[in-house]
């Protein structure tokens, strides 16, 4: 218990910075804007390639890890979305809907590296780099079909598409991917520059977590705020485990798998709830929130499937 504490501490501790930063007058909002791009386009990206280019799978059940991955996504999605009849009857309105799906269903993928990273190395990371991979699409795709169905407005759809089609990170990873099927080899000082980008991405990730956080919103949780909370921290990992387990994986990979799915949901639905007329109050509040609630529950997690 005490290898897993010592293992997600660091990574709290970061995201605590990030808080602390974001409310001193040395940096404005647009040092935050800058360092959001910066991460979207370049850190995050490198870090996703170096990770897959060079990751050994063969140590790794790819093939069962992909299914179930996809699985736990489809089970955690459709049980969601069976949850609005009887939501929609205490009267949550359907922005605040999207705002309960996206962070039920989204994962911070680059919190699990980190903490993959310190429990596990290279396994780990590989496993939930491959995690990463095989949900972008999927999840991009089906949070916002969500979006554009509740919002009750016209939208582009077909626009959106090509946006997650073009999404760096997408991409980064299916290069990544290709480069390590297809053995292509990566000249050395090139993969070295990439590999410190990469090393620079998940200490700012956690930052800029931090620097999303709104303290205030997570004194008094409502529970529109909790229920996903408690969807995505304590039945996503359930689900997973499951899962897993039918599949017989086992050790290292099933504990990383967990983790994958216990890690509290990705700020980048924040923007899409911006965007396509979610309740994006909400989201930042069950981000942090859950965000909050993951230092007791990810180490629980750990310890309850084996992980340290």
Known sequence: MLIIFESVLPIFLTVALGVGLKRLPLFSADFWDGLNQLGYYVLFPALLFTTLA???????????????????????SALTMALW?????????SPAFTSVFQTTTRWNGFVALA?????????????????????????????????????????????MTRKIATNPLIISAFVGIAFNLVAI????????????????????GLVLVGAGLVISDALKPKPMVLLPSFLKLALFPLITYAFATLFGISGTPLAIMVLGASVPTAMNGYVLARQLGGDARL????????????????????MLVGGG
């Open 54 to 76: 060079r990751a050994d799978f063969s140590t790794i059940a790819a093939g069962d890890i992909t299914w179930v991955t996809l699985l736990g996504v489809a089970a955690i």
């Open 85 to 93: 009849p009887l939501l929609r009857a205490f009267g949550l309105g």
């Open 115 to 159: 903490i993959a990273d310190k429990l596990a190395g290279l396994e780990g990371m590989a496993v939930i780099s491959l995690m990463m991979t095989v949900t972008i699409i999927p999840l991009n795709l089906i949070n916002v079909l969500v979006l554009v169905w509740f919002s009750g407005e016209n939208r582009n759809v077909a626009m």
């Open 185 to 204: 080899p990566v000249y050395q000082p090139v993969y070295d520059a990439m590999n410190l980008m990469a090393r620079a991405a998940l200490g700012m």
């Open 283 to 302: 989201y930042s509040a069950v981000v942090t929130v859950q965000t909050m609630l993951s230092f007791f529950t990810l180490p629980l997690a750990l």
